[in-house]
C-alpha cells in the first residue's frame, strides 16, 4: 500500500497488488498497528507508522505497507472507498471470499423449517431460495458478490417434471414384479430395467441441475450458462460407466476426467467460456497405487484369513465334504473383501483431494487459469469435524456443517493472470431453457432441490 | 444526512464495474453512468437482492430479467435511504428493524419446537394409525409372508400335530373373542432355545422354542398370544412404517438437506425417535393383550406371572419382543398389567382342561421339519 496526497489534498492509497486507487475519507483514523483490506482484490494490510501530518490531513510519507498476502488479518473499519482509477491493466490474482456466519444461517434455517412444516413441505421450495440466495450473496469473488435469481415456482415445476418423468416409472418398474406377483427371473428383468432408466437419469439430473444452476447464478450482473446437451452426456456417462465396469475400476480417473471436461467446457460466464485442459492419465498413477494397494492388501488378508480359518473350521467341518470348504472360501473372501474396500475408501480421500487440485488448476476462463491448492490433511480434518458435528447433533449442525464447507473452497480458490473483466459481455438467453415432448425435456433446465 | 453516496453501477450488459455518485431524491435514485447517460430510478421499482446483513454491501437492482445493479458498499447508505424517502422505501431493507428479525426468528425457532413437539407426539401417531387402517390387509399379509419366509428360514419348525393342535385351541379361543375377520392368524413354532415371540403383519406368530417351554400354563401362552395377536389386530408393524417414514420427513424439514456426513446424525436422529414409538406399540399390545384375556376369561394373574418369571430369568433383557422393538421396562409393564387385571375374573376359565402343558410344550423334543425340506406354503 502506498499513501499520497492529491492535488484535491485528499489522502489515497493505491493498493501494490491490484493497483487500484482509494480515498482515505479520514486520514486521522488511522493509527499504527490497524489493519484492512484492499476493497477491490482484499490484499491485506496494515499501517506502521503514520506519517507527519499537516493540519489539513494531507500526508506525504510512504509508511503504510503492504504484507505477505497469504497472512491474512481481520479486516477493521475500513477507511477508504473504492473509486476504480486504476485503468492500467495488469495480469492479477483474484481470491474469493465468504462471508457468512453460521448463526445467520441457523436463523434462516428456523424459519425456513417453521414454515415447511406449517405448510406441510410445499414451503421447501421457497426455503431452499432463501438458503442459495444467502451462500451466494455471502460469496465474493474479486471484491463482488455473487447473486442467485433462481425461484421457488422453477425449482418446483422442475422437481414436478423429474416426479412424472423418472420418479413415477422407475418407482412402477421397481414395483412392478411384486405387484404382478410374476416369477423370479421375469422380477429380475424388471429389477435391471429400473437400473438402467437410473443410469440413464443421473446424467440428464446432472446437466439439468448444472444448467438451471448456472443460468440462475450471476456475478457483476452478469449470468452463467451452461450449453452442453444432455445426449451426448448420457453418451460419455455411459460409456465411461462400461469401460469402468469392464476394467474393474482401472478406467475411473479418464471417466471422471471427462465428466469433468464436458461439464466445464460447456459451461459459460456471460460469452466467455470455461477452458478445461485435465487428461485422465495424470491421474491414473495415483488411482493406480491405491487400486493396487488395495488389491494387494484384499489378496493379502485373504491369503491369511483363508489359512487361519481354515486350520480352525477345518476340524469343524471334517464331516461335511466339500461344502465347508466352499463356505470358509466365502467367509475369508467376505472378509478381505471388507478389509480392501475400507482401505480404499480411506486411500481414496487423498485421490480425491489431489483430484481436486487438478481439475480446478486445469480449469481456465479467458487468460487466467484457477488454482486449489488443498492438502489432505486439513481436507480429512474438515470432513472429520463435520461428520462428528453431524453425529452429535443429531443434524442441527447443518448451517455450520455448509458453511465449513464453503469457507474451506473460498479459502484456497484463487484466479491468476485476469486481464479484464470488461471484455465479457452478457450472453443470457432471457427464456428459460423448455421443449417439447421427453426430448427436449432433457435439455430443460430442472433442479431436483 | 449523507444525500450524496459512492457506490458502483453495473449495467447488466458487461462485466464492467463503474464507479458512479448516487443521489438521494425524494422520489428516487439519481445518478450519471460513465458514458454521460443519466439514470433516474424510482424508489418503488427498486430491488433489493443484499445488504439484509450485518456489514454487507447493499445492492439495489432495477430492470427485468437481466438487472442493471446498483453497489453501495458502505451499510450505512440504507439509514439515509429511509430518512430520505421514507414511505416510498418501505420494500427495502430497514437496518433499524433488524432486532425486529431476530425478535421474530426466536419467535419462530418457538413455535417450531412446538410444532415438532406437536407432531412427533401427537401428528404423526394419529396420522400411522389413520393411515393404517385404509390399508387393505393383503398388503400387509404380502408383507408378512416375504418377512416370515427369511424367519422361518432360520431353524427348524416343530410339527408335532397332536401338539401343535392343542396350541392352535389356545389361539382359536383367543382369535374367536377377538372377532376380527380381516386377519387369518397362523402360528408356527421354530425350535430355537431363545425366549422369544415375534408377530408379523397380516396374521403371522412365530413362537421360539425357549418361549414355549418357558410358559407354566396354556394360560401364560395365552398371555403372550393375546400380546401380539394386538400387534397384528392393532397394525404395529404397518404403523411403524408409516411412523418411520413420516419421522424422516419430520426430520429433513427440521435439519435442512440430507447429505453426506448429516445422514449419519440423522439416522441416529431417527432411530432415537422411533423407540418411543415402538414403546408405545408395546403398551397398547399389552393393555389389549390383557383386555383380550378378560373376554375370554382368562385369569390375566397368569400372563403377569409369566412376565414375572421373564423379569427373573432375564435380568438384563427382559423381552417378549415383536420383531425389531423396543420395549418399555418389564416391572413398568407388570405394574401397569396389575392395574388393569382388577377385578380378576370370578371364575377363570381353563383353556385346556385335562391336558398335560409340560408334555405339550415339549413339542420340539418329538417331530422337527428343517426349513429346506418343506417350504412355506400357504
Excluded at chain 1, 472360501?329 to 471388507?338: E, K, P
Amino acid at each position: 500500500m502506498t499513501l499520497s496526497t492529491f492535488k484535491d489534498a485528499s489522502v489515497r492509497l493505491s493498493c501494490g497488488r491490484c493497483t487500484t486507487t482509494h480515498r482515505v475519507r479520514n486520514i486521522h483514523g488511522l493509527k499504527p498497528g490497524m489493519s484492512a483490506s484492499c476493497v477491490t482484490c482484499a490484499a491485506p494490510f496494515f499501517v506502521v507508522a503514520m506519517p507527519e501530518m499537516s493540519h489539513d490531513g494531507s500526508a506525504d510519507a510512504r509508511s503504510t505497507r503492504q504484507i505477505d498476502p497469504d497472512r491474512s488479518f481481520p479486516a477493521a473499519d475500513e477507511k477508504v472507498t473504492s473509486s476504480n482509477v486504476g485503468k492500467k491493466k495488469k495480469p492479477r490474482t483474484h481470491t474469493t471470499v465468504f462471508h457468512g456466519s453460521g448463526g445467520s444461517l441457523f436463523g434462516i434455517h428456523l424459519v425456513n423449517a417453521l414454515l415447511t412444516l406449517v405448510t406441510l413441505g410445499v414451503y421447501y421450495f421457497w426455503a431452499k431460495v432463501r438458503v442459495r440466495s444467502y451462500l451466494f450473496s455471502q460469496t465474493e469473488f474479486a471484491g463482488d458478490r455473487f447473486s442467485y435469481h433462481g425461484n421457488a415456482r422453477e425449482l418446483m415445476s422442475g422437481a414436478m417434471k423429474a416426479t412424472f418423468v423418472f420418479g413415477v416409472p422407475y418407482y412402477a418398474l421397481t414395483n412392478m414384479g411384486s405387484f404382478l406377483g410374476s416369477d423370479m427371473a421375469v422380477n429380475f428383468g424388471f429389477q435391471i430395467a429400473a437400473w438402467l432408466f437410473l443410469l440413464i437419469f443421473i446424467p440428464v439430473a446432472i446437466v439439468g441441475a448444472r444448467r438451471y444452476r448456472l443460468t440462475r447464478t450471476s456475478w457483476r450482473g452478469i449470468r452463467f450458462s451452461f450449453q452442453g446437451k444432455a445426449w451426448d452426456f448420457i453418451k460419455l456417462w455411459l460409456s465411461g460407466y462400461a469401460l469402468t465396469a469392464l476394467t474393474l475400476g482401472l478406467y475411473y480417473p479418464y471417466f471422471s476426467t471427462n465428466k469433468q471436461a464436458f461439464l466445464i467446457r460447456h459451461s459459460y460466464f456471460g460469452n466467455e467460456p470455461f477452458k478445461f485442459s485435465g487428461d485422465g492419465a495424470r491421474l491414473f498413477r495415483s488411482f493406480f497405487t491405491i487400486y493396487f494397494i488395495a488389491s494387494a492388501s484384499f489378496l493379502l488378508v485373504w491369503q491369511a484369513a483363508y489359512g487361519v480359518v481354515g486350520l480352525f473350521v477345518a476340524e469343524r467341518l471334517k464331516g461335511s465334504g466339500g461344502l465347508g470348504g466352499l463356505i470358509v472360501v466365502m467367509i475369508t473372501v467376505i472378509v478381505s473383501l471388507i478389509v480392501g474396500l475400507l482401505l480404499f475408501r480411506l486411500l481414496l480421500l487423498p485421490y480425491s483431494v489431489k483430484e481436486q487440485r487438478y481439475f480446478w488448476e486445469q480449469t481456465s476462463v479467458g487468460s487466467a487459469s484457477f488454482s486449489f491448492p488443498i492438502t489432505t490433511w486439513p481436507y480429512f480434518r474438515l470432513k472429520l469435524v463435520n461428520l462428528l458435528l453431524g453425529i452429535c447433533t443429531l443434524g442441527l449442525a447443518w448451517p455450520w456443517i455448509t458453511i465449513r464447507n464453503l469457507r474451506f473452497i473460498t479459502d484456497h480458490l484463487t484466479l491468476t493472470g485476469v486481464q479484464d473483466f470488461d471484455t465479457v459481455v452478457q450472453a443470457y438467453d432471457a427464456a428459460p431453457p423448455t421443449g417439447e415432448g421427453l426430448d427436449g425435456f432433457l435439455d430443460t433446465g430442472f433442479d431436483l432441490g | 444526512m449523507q444525500r450524496q453516496w459512492q457506490g458502483f453501477y453495473l449495467d447488466g450488459q458487461s462485466a464492467s464495474r463503474y464507479t458512479i455518485t448516487l443521489h438521494l431524491t425524494e422520489t428516487g435514485l439519481l445518478f450519471r453512468a460513465p458514458d454521460g447517460r443519466q439514470f433516474s430510478w424510482p424508489y418503488r421499482q427498486i430491488r433489493q437482492t443484499q445488504g439484509a446483513y450485518e456489514g454487507e454491501q447493499v445492492r439495489l437492482e432495477y430492470g427485468d430479467p437481466l438487472p442493471q445493479t446498483i453497489i453501495v458498499q458502505d451499510a450505512k447508505f440504507l439509514a439515509d435511504l429511509h430518512q430520505a424517502a421514507s414511505t416510498k422505501v418501505d420494500h427495502l431493507h430497514n437496518p433499524r428493524q433488524r432486532n425486529r428479525r431476530l425478535q421474530w426468528t426466536v419467535l419462530a425457532s418457538l413455535a417450531l419446537l412446538g410444532v415438532t413437539a406437536g407432531i412427533y407426539f401427537w401428528g404423526i401417531p394419529a396420522a400411522a394409525k389413520f393411515l393404517a387402517s385404509h390399508v387393505p390387509p393383503s398388503w400387509e399379509r404380502q408383507l408378512g409372508d416375504s418377512v416370515f419366509k427369511h424367519m422361518a428360514s432360520v431353524g427348524r419348525r416343530c410339527t408335532d400335530p397332536d401338539r401343535l393342535a392343542a396350541i392352535e385351541r389356545v389361539l382359536g379361543q383367543l382369535t374367536a373373542a377377538a372377532s376380527d375377520a380381516r386377519y387369518h392368524i397362523q402360528v408356527t413354532i421354530i425350535d430355537k432355545p431363545v425366549v422369544n415371540a415375534f408377530a408379523l403383519p397380516g396374521g403371522h406368530v412365530i413362537l421360539l422354542r425357549g418361549l414355549l417351554e418357558a410358559t407354566e400354563t396354556p394360560e401364560q401362552l395365552a398371555g403372550v398370544l393375546a400380546h401380539e395377536l394386538q400387534h397384528i389386530y392393532k397394525q404395529h408393524s404397518t404403523r411403524a412404517i408409516l411412523e418411520q417414514g413420516s419421522t424422516s420427513l419430520l426430520i429433513a424439514a427440521v435439519t435442512g438437506d440430507v447429505t453426506g456426513a448429516l445422514a449419519f446424525g440423522i439416522e441416529s436422529a431417527r432411530a432415537l425417535g422411533m423407540l418411543r414409538y415402538s414403546r408405545l406399540h408395546e403398551d397398547e399390545a399389552d393393555r389389549q393383550g390383557l383386555h383380550l384375556l378378560k373376554v375370554v376369561g382368562v385369569d390375566p394373574a397368569e400372563m403377569i406371572a409369566f412376565y414375572r418369571t421373564l423379569g427373573a430369568t432375564h435380568p438384563s433383557q427382559v423381552e417378549i419382543p415383536s420383531y425389531l422393538a423396543t420395549h418399555p421396562r418389564t416391572e413398568d409393564r407388570i405394574a401397569e398389567l396389575t392395574r388393569l387385571a382388577n377385578p380378576p375374573p370370578a371364575r377363570p376359565v381353563s383353556l385346556l382342561p385335562g391336558k398335560d402343558w409340560k408334555d405339550i410344550r415339549s413339542m420340539c423334543g418329538h417331530r422337527l421339519v428343517s426349513p429346506d425340506v418343506e417350504s412355506h406354503a400357504d
